[in-house]
């Protein structure tokens, strides 16, 4: 098997469409793919998982709303994110 040239691209529907339509292969993240989309996963690939960062920008004042979804994410994105994997 030939190596794979890599390019790194950001408009994961748009390349997600290019391998629907047969012009290679590309690799996404499980959770940018729509659902039937006629593509598969390919298991000679080696996972490879990295931290989820929240991050943002300083502000001088932050809203009531800023705090609560700071709140809502890190108290339940985590969890969210251990029951929702597809491996």
Do not use: N
């Not at 691209?9 to 996404?28: P, T, Y």
């Not at 996972?47 to 709140?71: A, D, G, N, T």
């Amino acid at each position: 098997q030939k190596p794979y040239r890599r390019s790194f691209l950001h408009d994961e529907l748009s390349i997600i469409e290019g391998v629907e339509r047969g012009f290679g292969r590309a690799v996404v993240h499980s959770h940018m793919i729509p659902r039937g989309a006629r593509v598969k996963r390919v298991s000679a690939f080696k996972r490879i998982f990295h931290p989820v960062v929240l991050c943002w920008m300083q502000q001088p004042y932050y809203s009531s709303l800023h705090h609560k979804v700071i709140e809502a994410l890190t108290e339940g994105v985590p969890d969210y994110l251990k029951s929702h994997r597809e491996w």
